[in-house]
Structure formats: structure tokens, C-alpha cells
């Protein structure tokens, strides 16, 4: 069984600048999330979809922040402008549709470096 | 708002001997507590969890305990390998929360050989 892939694994903007990171998840998770993991702290929710629609974005700095899941599959997050303390580690996890709790199941994460 | 604690930071033993790391959650209505392992570069991936109508759970070298009513719970890692070496978090879950998962600040681990 594939992973969760995302892509690209590292990506260096200046600040003010975009980016853009993809997630496409285990085929079958209805349940996607993307986390922001800076450097010696655990991972922060930001959005978590279900299907195609969003479960919660409490955590979203919406006014930079964007992201989508427009066919219930994959997602992409974008950070538009991007600022020094966004550098960080974006994670996305994915997990089975109806399993009220459950494991994680994470890809290996874009490193962010905004000079 | 709700959060999890972890203790120690980093944490460094001989091969061989034990490693014990400690989580308490402020979050009374959380029900499922993972603990996920973090190699260098990759992503966490889970490896012992817990729900809240257990005590205790063991799997080989590794055991989770639960004490729900201080909101205390462990990893417990004996014969420690080098290739435990990594970063462990803890996580509680709310299915009924705003934060679906909240997770600890992770601990260092190193095993000396």
C-alpha cells in the first residue's frame, strides 16, 4: 500500500514571497489533515478535510493561509505571503473514513525555509 | 485552551537500559492517546496507543500506561536499541473537541552504544 506523498520535500522562498505544498493521501482516507511542525516543537493542526469539505480550520492563518481539497483526494496548501516564522516542517496526515479515533498516518513533510 | 505536556525534552540512556516518557493532558473528555516516533527526516509514525477504557498496553520492547484519573500517561522502553534513537510524541484525542488530535512537544531520545 502506497504512503501519504507530498511534494517537494524542500522549498526556500524569500519572505513575501509564495509556495505552494501537495498531499495526496492513502487511496481510500476520506480524512486528510495538514500540520505545521516547527523545528523542536510538535506538530500543529492547520486544516483537517473530510472528503472535500473542511472539518476544521480554527487554526488556519487565513489571511496567508490557504488550502484546498477539491475532488476529495489530494490537497494543496499554500502560503501566500510567506513570512520568517513560517519557516517550518508541513506535514500531512490521512486516515479511514468512519473511525471515530485512529492512527495518523503521516507523509514525510516539506521542509519550508523563508530567508 | 486544551494542551499536552511532555517530559523530558531530550533523554539519553545506555543500550540496554530503560527510557520512561511522560505526558499529561488537560483535555478530560480526550479518549484515544497515540505515541508516534519521528525518524530524521521523515514523518511520525505510530507506534503504541492506548484508549481510555484501558490501564495498559504492552507491545514487545514498548508499554503505554494510562491514568486517567491524573491525566497521566507513559511510554515505557526497555532494552533500549540505538535504533530507538528519535524523536517521540505523545498525542491526545477529543472526537468531540475542536482540536481533533493535540500533541505533546516531542522528546529526544538517544540510545548510547
Known amino acids: 500500500e502506497a504512503g501519504v506523498a507530498q511534494s517537494p520535500r524542500y522549498k526556500i522562498i524569500e519572505k513575501r514571497q509564495s509556495v505552494a505544498f501537495w498531499c495526496n493521501p492513502i487511496?481510500?482516507?476520506?480524512?486528510l489533515y495538514w500540520y505545521q511542525q516547527i523545528l523542536g516543537q510538535g506538530p500543529k493542526l492547520l486544516i483537517q478535510?473530510?472528503?472535500?469539505?473542511?472539518?476544521?480550520d480554527s487554526q488556519l492563518p487565513k489571511d496567508r493561509f490557504s488550502a484546498e481539497r477539491l475532488k476529495g483526494v489530494d490537497s494543496t496548501l499554500k502560503i501566500q505571503p510567506a513570512k520568517l516564522e513560517d519557516s517550518a516542517v508541513y506535514l500531512c496526515?490521512?486516515?479511514?473514513?468512519?473511525?471515530?479515533?485512529?492512527?495518523?498516518?503521516f507523509g514525510e513533510g516539506s521542509r519550508l525555509t523563508v530567508l | 485552551g486544551e494542551n499536552v505536556e511532555q517530559h523530558p525534552s531530550t533523554l539519553s540512556v545506555q543500550e540496554g537500559d530503560s527510557a520512561v516518557i511522560k505526558c499529561t493532558y488537560s483535555?478530560?473528555?480526550?479518549?484515544?492517546f497515540p505515541w508516534y516516533k519521528q525518524e530524521l527526516g521523515k514523518g511520525p509514525q505510530l507506534i503504541i496507543d492506548?484508549?481510555?477504557?484501558?490501564g495498559e498496553k504492552k507491545d514487545q520492547r514498548i508499554a503505554v500506561t494510562l491514568n486517567k484519573t491524573a491525566k497521566h500517561f507513559s511510554l515505557h522502553i526497555t532494552e533500549t536499541q540505538p535504533e530507538d534513537s528519535a524523536v517521540y510524541f505523545c498525542?491526545?484525542?477529543?472526537?468531540?473537541?475542536?482540536?481533533?488530535?493535540?500533541f505533546g512537544t516531542g522528546t529526544r531520545l538517544k540510545v548510547l552504544a
Open positions: 496526515a490521512s486516515s479511514p473514513v468512519g473511525r471515530n479515533t485512529g492512527e495518523l498516518f
Open positions: 487511496s481510500g482516507h476520506a480524512t
Open positions: 478535510f473530510q472528503n472535500n469539505g473542511v472539518v476544521d
Open positions: 483535555d478530560s473528555a480526550s479518549n484515544y
Open positions: 492506548i484508549r481510555s477504557n484501558v
Open positions: 498525542a491526545a484525542y477529543n472526537p468531540s473537541g475542536t482540536y481533533k488530535y493535540i
